[in-house]
């Protein structure tokens, strides 16, 4: 799954008693031909004598690969300017500010490919919980990015130097990084990520039969929902509060009535505040038919529709050599191989999740029906 770095110490010839943290700085040839030399394929020592004509005496011994290396430094300068050498250097020796307990061999242990991230800090009577969980289409340059020389938040800072270790698991595309890290964050609940946390009170509205064409707003938790075709559902809320103000703002803006839209109950036959400000057309009191009213409710609120699950049962999503598995909206894993899919398919239904829903739903023209379900 994730690799673990710890830090390491070198202790000096003589042997002190306490370590000393050694940072030299490093210079690749390989990275340095490429970017002298970029039409060329090959940059490995090998491909540099024949290229450059260097002269070897006992090659893979360490002192004769160090006087061809002193070589090709002195070629580069016969061949090349001052200014592309030094604009090279820089480019290359541009490393990031990394917590000073972290080692820097892990700057090129980062894979560059498609995955999640996980910063940890010290462990706690708790356990080793993760300050940060984060995901990237390049695993390797999202990481660094969090310590670049100039902080550009509280947050950065906290993790620059609160980061002792750094886990990541690679995914085959974007789209899995994204669901793996919202299902991480919920799990795990790390300190430092304010969106994607537990949202088990995420609600929507959905539109009840109240009889004679009148059909009114009913605010449900989306956890006790399945998203089928039959049900249309309206928003995803962090709380009843929130769904209320939205509510409430369509009904303004639209000449609804209070009352009818569930806003407001209606005390004997008195109209609702609305229609005492001329704002509601009047169903409250029979002056709008109650099916008219229900279509410029739903009118109204056709802009917060959610998007039904298409599919009888589960489907899949296919992305390299993974199948993301869905259910209802609801992410139940990924896996490489028929025997993982089925395992999957055994486990508990996760509950609704908001951040997977953004996700998934705009993935719909990927997703395939699983077949035998």
Known sequence: MGK??????????????????????????????????????????DSLIERHGLIANGRHRALADAQLIHQFWQRIHAERSGEDIDAALRKLNTYPSLPPHLDPAIIDELPETPGVYLFYGEASEHGELPLYIGKGKNIRSRVLSHFSADHRSARE???????????????AGEIGALLREAELVKTRQPTQNRQLRRNEEVCTWTLIDADDGWLKPELRLAADLDFGIGNACYGLFKSPREATQTLRKLVDAHQLCDILSGLDRQVGNKPCFGHQTRRCKGGCVGKEPLAKHSMRLMGAMVTLKLASWPFPGPAIIREGDEAHLIDGWRYLGSARSDDELHALLELKRPPFDRDIYKILSKQIALMKALPGR
Request: charged share 25%; glycine share 4%.
């Open 4 to 45: 673990q770095y710890h830090q390491r110490r070198l202790s000096t010839a003589m042997g002190c008693q306490r370590g000393i943290e050694f940072r030299a700085p490093v210079l690749c040839t390989v990275k340095l031909s490429r970017a002298l030399y970029p039409e060329f394929k090959r940059h490995s020592l």
């Open 157 to 171: 800072m906290t993790l620059a130097q609160q980061t002792r270790r750094i886990d990541w698991i690679e995914t």
